[in-house]
């Protein structure tokens, strides 16, 4: 009978054990657009005045929680080069996340990897337009492809979907 109420009593504490484990976990990370103290996360989108895939992007990340802020610019080059953007990544907008930069249409699930990892890099880049990616029109036609940047160079970081 004692063997009985050592394993129940054991089993009490790794459930309590396991339950703040994943508490803690739902604190740090809201995984929403919203930091872990609950506030939104803000977004700046660089983009030109004529880009209309741009403001659909810009909604998505409103959708998703973001606090978006969008600062229209005529050169979009001065952008892509203050932040070091290889011409090959580079899309038609930029977003800026705290101190990362966010190249092209990415998915909200490359966002949240990247500002729950935290890697040692300048952002990252989904070049081109691809077709399914936020605020593009069209299915995904491929795995997209999302590229690390630090100090002007590209890295795979890792791909999704397709």
């Given at each position: 009978?004692?063997?009985?109420?050592?394993?129940?009593?054991?089993?009490?504490?790794?459930?309590?054990?396991?339950?703040?484990?994943?508490?803690?976990?739902?604190?740090?990370?809201?995984?929403?657009?919203?930091?872990?103290?609950?506030?939104?996360?803000?977004?700046?989108?660089?983009?030109?005045?004529?880009?209309?895939?741009?403001?659909?992007?810009?909604?998505?990340?409103?959708?998703?929680?973001?606090?978006?802020?969008?600062?229209?610019?005529?050169?979009?080059?001065?952008?892509?080069?203050?932040?070091?953007?290889?011409?090959?990544?580079?899309?038609?907008?930029?977003?800026?996340?705290?101190?990362?930069?966010?190249?092209?249409?990415m998915p909200f699930e490359a966002i949240n990897k990247l500002l729950s990892e935290n890697p040692d890099?300048?952002?990252?880049?989904?070049?081109?337009?691809?077709?399914?990616?936020?605020?593009?029109?069209?299915?995904?036609?491929?795995?997209?492809m999302v590229y690390s940047i630090k100090d002007g160079v590209s890295t795979p970081y890792f791909t999704?979907?397709?």
């Amino acid at each position: 009978m004692a063997g009985g109420k050592m394993i129940r009593k054991r089993n009490v504490i790794l459930g309590l054990f396991l339950f703040f484990i994943l508490i803690v976990a739902g604190c740090t990370s809201s995984g929403d657009g919203s930091s872990s103290n609950g506030a939104k996360v803000k977004a700046i989108v660089y983009k030109s005045q004529s880009c209309g895939c741009c403001g659909q992007y810009v909604e998505y990340l409103k959708s998703k929680g973001f606090e978006v802020e969008v600062k229209l610019t005529e050169n979009m080059d001065t952008i892509k080069n203050q932040y070091n953007i290889p011409v090959n990544m580079q899309s038609c907008h930029t977003t800026v996340i705290g101190k990362y930069f966010v190249e092209g249409h990415m998915p909200f699930e490359a966002i949240n990897k990247l500002l729950s990892e935290n890697p040692d890099i300048s952002g990252i880049a989904l070049p081109g337009m691809p077709s399914g990616s936020p605020g593009m029109p069209g299915p995904q036609a491929e795995p997209f492809m999302v590229y690390s940047i630090k100090d002007g160079v590209s890295t795979p970081y890792f791909t999704m979907g397709g």
